[in-house]
């Protein structure tokens, strides 16, 4: 069945650094979908992407789909500690309903 | 408009116990589903919902579990009996049309 690698499981910057993480799926996705997870919180949704090569911005995050739409990446600039959590791209099986990916989790140091 | 609503926040029970675990989803959605959160596993998807009817239970772990719907405002996840590998954090989700996903606060569930 569809798998969604995400990469890396961790990554601790120095705040105002830039942070960037990696989903990976062996098929090709009908669309995909960001969401954030706070420390002891619940998924909350960013944002969905549809199209082959798609480019969304939302202040500091840049989301970006990749042109065989296999492969989407989520990238962070100037990190703050409010950007601290675990950040999860969530394929749609085709079916109305979500895997998620293993999650990339997100320190920053003031 | 509330949000996803589950119930308990926090359940602590001994092995063998019956467990119930309920959600109310956002009203007008037409999917609900239930995720099971853990350290190993990550966010695994054991049953979804539309219009009240499950359509896909294949993610439910074992005959312990069973997942009900008996209207557009409720749902319920139960584990009988439960044993302490169920331990993790269980969520509800809503959608309307299978877009975006609505997550409730979720239920802390150990099992001792």
């Known amino acids: 069945g569809q798998q969604v690698m995400q990469i890396p499981q961790y990554q601790h910057v120095q705040e105002g650094e830039d942070f960037t993480t990696y989903c990976n799926s062996s098929t090709t996705l009908s669309n995909i979908q960001w969401y954030k997870q706070r420390p002891g919180g619940h998924p909350v949704f960013l944002i969905q992407?549809?199209?082959?090569?798609e480019v969304k911005k939302q202040k500091r995050l840049t989301f970006q789909f990749g042109e065989a739409k296999k492969n989407s990446s989520l990238h962070i600039t100037a990190t703050q500690t409010t950007d601290v959590g675990t950040y999860f791209c969530?394929?749609?099986?085709?079916?109305?309903?979500?895997?998620f990916g293993s999650g990339t989790r997100l320190q920053v140091q003031p | 408009d509330a949000g996803v609503i589950q119930s308990p926040r926090h359940e602590v029970t001994e092995m063998g116990q019956e467990v119930t675990l309920r959600c109310k989803p956002i009203s007008g959605h037409d999917y609900l589903f239930w995720y099971r959160q853990t350290m190993m596993r990550g966010l695994e998807l054991l049953i979804y919902f539309n219009n009240n009817v499950p359509i896909d239970d294949s993610g439910m772990p074992e005959d312990r579990f069973s997942a009900k719907m008996p209207n557009a405002s409720f749902s319920t996840l139960k584990i009988q009996p439960s044993e302490p590998r169920d331990s993790a954090v269980y969520f509800c989700?809503?959608?309307?049309?299978?877009?975006?996903?609505?997550f409730g606060s979720g239920t802390q569930l150990s099992v001792l």
């Open positions: 989700a809503s959608s309307s049309r299978g877009e975006k996903l609505f």
């Open positions: 969530a394929e749609d099986t085709g079916r109305r309903a979500l895997t």
């Open positions: 992407l549809v199209k082959s090569g």
